[in-house]
């Protein structure tokens, strides 16, 4: 079983619409979780993190978090064609651990 | 700006010769990592440095080595590249430990290997 998972899409959704990205992880110790946007042929970005159960908001991004159901989301409200690109979700298996456990990424396209 | 540098960009080499990919950052932070990242993978950790600490995955090539002379610079080594080292090599920055230290990237030195 992989430690991080994603659904690699490609995740096609109409822009002006709500892109909803997913993520599981496998250790249930897990603490931090980091959304990284990464354009092709280019480095990883950071979107966001969140370290607590709920929802995280910032501008057009949110993420969700669940600690029970070990399940992370990213929703990009008001999607624009710029947000096409590869999702990359990150994990931190505890406080203290400097290292991240990437997932595969989803690669999202917007359709104007 | 303060940012994680990465020279160069891009990189050809032949099989069997050595190379070296830099990094250096303005950021002051402590953490220093290299990544592998070949198409459509995640990026996968070989190393990195907890101060002058050096922590090495247990899956990383004996091929591949790393120094950091200094707070701001760290060096990947590729002692004899194969077909398969071809790849963008990420060098990424972390301030600590706390719960909310993120990751920074630079934007990487894409391998050939002919």
């Known amino acids: 079983q992989k430690e991080v998972e994603q659904n690699s899409g490609p995740l096609s959704v109409p822009e002006g619409a709500i892109a909803s990205l997913n993520c599981t992880y496998s250790d249930r110790g897990s603490q931090s979780f980091f959304w990284y946007r990464q354009y092709s042929g280019k480095s990883p970005e950071l979107i966001m993190f969140i370290y607590s159960n709920g929802d995280k908001e910032d501008g057009r991004f949110t993420a969700q978090l669940n600690k029970a159901s070990q399940y992370v989301s990213l929703l990009i409200r008001d999607s624009q064609p710029s947000d096409s690109a590869t999702y990359l979700c990150a994990v931190r298996s505890n406080f203290g651990n400097e290292k991240l456990t990437f997932g595969t990424g989803t690669r999202l396209t917007i359709i104007p | 700006d303060a940012m994680v540098i990465q020279n160069p960009r891009y990189q050809v080499t032949q099989f069997g010769k050595p190379v ?59 002692r004899s590249p194969g077909l398969g080292d071809a790849a963008m090599y990420l060098c990424a920055t972390s301030r600590w430990r706390g719960e909310s230290d993120t990751q920074y990237f630079g934007p990487g030195t894409r391998l050939t290997v002919l």
């Not at chain 2, 990919?21 to 070989?46: D, E, F, G, I, R």
């Not at chain 2, 440095?49 to 002379?69: C, I, M, V």
């Open chain 2, 20 to 78: 070296t990919l830099s990094c250096s950052q303005t950021l002051n932070h402590n953490v220093m990592y290299w990544y592998q990242q070949k198409s459509s993978q995640a990026p996968k950790l070989l190393f990195h440095y907890y101060d002058k600490d050096f922590n090495n995955e247990a899956d990383t090539p004996d091929n591949f080595q790393s120094r950091r002379p200094n707070t701001s610079f760290c060096f990947l080594d590729i």
